[in-house]
């Protein structure tokens, strides 16, 4: 600072009106209170599904024996623990392949489906053009 600066100083933490200064903006368009997330209805079932719905459903509904295809694939998207490698068993490639995605697939599992010719024809299938 020269001699002759005859700007006025502020003590340290006192905002000076610079890039980081108070502005005023309008609130956003949001509502805490009003639960955001949507429902989602599955094929095949009668009752919907949302955050609430538990780990043992979210199984239960990759049973291939009560459940259809778009059911389980639906489900596979789940990241709850477990999905994946449930999934990796499934009896249709479709369903398999999901597992690809899954962040808790393991090791042999993942060998045994990049190996099994169909589910790997599934996933180029589902990749995207």
């Not at 398999?96 to 962040?103: E, K, L, P, T």
């Amino acid at each position: 600072m020269n001699a002759g600066d005859e700007r006025a100083r502020r003590p340290r933490g006192t905002p000076a009106g610079g890039q980081f200064a108070a502005r005023r903006r309008p609130e956003a368009d949001l509502d805490l209170d009003e639960p955001r997330w949507e429902q989602l209805t599955l094929p095949g079932m009668e009752r919907t599904l949302d955050l609430s719905t538990t780990h043992s459903e979210v199984m239960e509904l990759l049973d291939p024996t009560l459940y259809p295809v778009e059911t389980r694939r639906s489900m596979a998207r789940s990241f709850r623990p477990g999905v994946a490698e449930v999934v990796s068993r499934d009896p249709h490639p479709a369903v398999r392949q999901m597992a690809f995605d899954g962040w808790d697939l393991s090791e042999g599992s993942f060998e045994r489906i990049i190996n099994d010719d169909d589910t790997v024809r599934a996933r180029l299938l589902a990749a995207p053009a």
